[in-house]
């Protein structure tokens, strides 16, 4: 198990990345996802709350903090990031967070949900798409559970997708995995490699989210989310930080 201030801080560059694990306490199951980026688009974001309509939850989305300054394909930026469906919640990097809402509704599973989908097509760089669900009944024996997923392509040739799902049963306290989309920065940038990492989660929702916030380098983040659900109840307490405010 690592330290996440470390981990965040060896690289100027790790892109989105998403954590999902259990607070210090045992009582809460934890999720995070930030935004980084290089170019002035991929700067120009902010995470905004919605309501789902007829859903009546709350969803997490990004949006532009300049609409002037979108440019190219806005499905790659904009999107829901946080969706929920039940005891269930879904975090992503990108538009895949519908499609797994739409086939968990359909009876699918979290793995076979994404089997329609692939990297991103931002040719050269074909940034991963990283997903999670974390399950307050998903564990074997009815307890708390998380997955998380990446499809990437196979040697950055845009043709094949490589496909990895990891589910972690009833973790320990304390304990969460991480994930994202950049080995660090380059031209191509280089696609996560290796199983997701194993770090400590410790303190309260603000201590974690300014660990986390004041980790990532300074010119490169943009938003972050952090949510607490409570296992027992459902309930949830969260934080948003955006650089453009």
């Not at 607070?23 to 789902?52: C, L």
């Not at 975090?91 to 994404?114: A, H, M, P, R």
């Not at 845009?158 to 973790?171: A, E, S, V």
């Not at 929702?205 to 938003?223: H, P, T």
Request: charged fraction near 25%.
């Amino acid at each position: 198990m690592v330290d996440i201030k470390s981990e965040l801080s060896s690289t100027t560059y790790p892109g989105r990345g998403i954590i999902a694990g259990k607070s210090e306490d045992g009582k809460y199951a934890v999720s995070a996802y930030w935004t980084m980026g290089r170019s002035a688009g991929s700067r120009n974001r902010i995470f905004v709350s919605s309501n789902d309509g007829d859903a009546g939850t709350e969803v997490i989305r990004t949006k532009a903090f300049d609409e002037s300054l979108i440019a190219g394909d806005p499905s790659l930026i904009i999107y829901a990031a946080v969706r929920q469906l039940g005891k269930k919640t879904i975090v992503t990097n990108g538009d895949q967070t519908d499609t797994i809402s739409e086939g968990l509704k359909k009876g699918l599973t979290f793995e076979q949900s994404l089997r329609s989908r692939k990297y991103e097509h931002d040719a050269p760089n074909y940034t991963p798409r990283i997903s999670s669900l974390l399950d307050l009944e998903g564990g074997v024996d009815g307890g708390y559970a998380y997955s998380l997923s990446i499809l990437k392509s196979d040697c950055g040739n845009g043709d094949n997708t490589l496909r990895f799902t990891y589910t972690y049963d009833n973790p320990q306290n304390g304990e969460g995995h991480y994930i994202h989309t950049y080995m660090g920065d380059g031209n191509p940038l280089p696609s996560f490699e290796g199983e997701p990492v194993k770090v400590k989660i410790s303190g309260s929702i603000k201590e974690f989210a300014d660990e986390i916030w004041n980790s990532l380098n300074a010119d490169n983040k943009v938003s972050l989310f952090v949510r607490f659900i409570d296992i027992a109840t459902g309930k949830y307490e969260q934080l948003v930080i955006n650089k453009n405010s």
